[in-house]
């Protein structure tokens, strides 16, 4: 069962996914279209806010209610932090914010119907990425 602490470290997780958005942000500033900075730094934002409210929830019954783990929460947020640092694609960094953020207002919410279609939405948002990582590391050692 949640601990009411447990909410502690999905806060953690996402402010470092917010963290993660603004990182990219900084990193490509000079290719980025206008559009594509303020939504990294609105998506950055959000992601901040939302873990600012969960940090200040109890929100172990809710995720014993939404039937998803703490653990798949921080270890897809965690996915998604990698894959916005690491993938190519501005367009898809913003997408996997998108639903970090989607994540983040379920459990700020207090949505546990929410939250498992969050989840899942979220994994299946990195799939993409993953796989594009992957064809660049086979790429690159075939030469």
């Known amino acids: 069962m ?3 602490t447990d909410g502690f470290d999905v806060a953690r997780e996402m402010g470092e996914a917010a963290k993660a958005v603004m990182d990219r942000l900084m990193a490509d500033y000079e290719t980025l279209t206008k559009d594509e900075v303020r939504e ?5 934002w959000d992601l901040q806010s939302q873990a600012a409210r969960i940090r200040t929830l109890a929100v172990g ?3 014993a209610e939404a039937e998803t783990s ?6 897809e947020t965690r996915r998604a932090r990698k894959a ?5 694609k501005v367009r898809q960094a ?6 970090l953020l989607t994540v983040a207002s379920a459990i700020a919410t207090r949505n ?3 939250l498992k279609p969050a989840v899942n ?3 299946d948002v990195l799939k993409e990425p993953a796989k594009d990582l992957g064809k660049a590391v086979v790429k690159k050692v075939k030469g």
């Open 2 to 4: 949640p601990e009411v």
């Open 40 to 44: 990294l730094e609105d998506l950055a």
């Open 61 to 63: 019954t809710l995720l």
């Open 70 to 75: 703490i653990e798949a929460i921080n270890r």
């Open 84 to 88: 916005i640092k690491d993938i190519g």
């Open 94 to 99: 913003i997408a996997i914010g998108a639903a």
């Open 112 to 114: 546990a119907a929410g």
């Open 121 to 123: 939405t979220l994994k």
